[in-house]
C-alpha cells in the first residue's frame, strides 16, 4: 500500500515537494513475492522520485530461510535492491529499538506489556548481524 501508484508514499511526496528521505521501520524485510511484489513498487517508487533515499529498518527477514518456497527469490530481491546503496539502507532494527519503537510510536501499548527477555544465543545472533 505504501509505494502503490497512487498509495500513501506517492500523496505525501506529491504534497511535500522538499523530501529527500523516508525510513520506514518494518516488522518484516520487504519481499518480491507474487501477490505482494513490495521490492518491484519500491524500484518503482525510487524510480518516480530519484531525489528521495530510502532507509528500512526491520525486525525479521521474511521468507529467506532454507526451506520456504519463495526464500531463493526474496534473497534475490533483497539483494537486488541493497545494490542501490546509497541510496537504499537495507537494516536489521537494533536490539531494544523494537520495544522503543511500540511504546513510543504505536498508540495504545503499555511498556509493561511488552517485556519478553531474549535468549543470550539470540542477543548475540542479532549483534552479529
Not at 522538499?18 to 520506514?24: G, P
Not at 536490539?95 to 519503537?101: D, M, P
Request: with cysteine; proline share 5%; hydrophobic share 35%.
Amino acid at each position: 500500500m505504501l509505494f502503490e501508484m497512487g498509495g500513501y508514499l506517492d500523496a505525501v511526496t506529491d504534497a511535500y515537494e522538499n523530501i529527500r528521505r523516508i525510513i520506514l521501520y518494518s516488522t518484516y524485510s520487504p519481499c518480491n513475492e507474487a501477490y505482494h511484489c513490495c521490492i518491484s513498487k519500491i524500484y518503482n517508487f525510487l524510480l518516480k522520485y530519484p531525489e528521495i533515499t530510502l532507509c528500512i529498518y526491520f525486525s525479521q527477514l521474511y521468507h529467506t530461510e532454507d526451506g520456504s518456497p519463495t526464500a531463493a527469490w526474496n534473497r534475490e530481491a533483497l539483494r537486488s535492491l541493497s545494490s542501490l546503496w546509497p541510496r537504499v539502507t537495507l537494516q536489521r532494527l537494533p536490539a531494544g529499538a523494537q520495544r522503543y519503537l511500540l511504546c513510543n510510536f504505536v498508540y495504545g501499548i503499555p511498556g509493561s506489556t511488552l517485556y519478553h527477555p531474549t535468549s543470550l544465543s539470540r542477543t548475540l545472533a542479532g549483534r552479529q548481524n
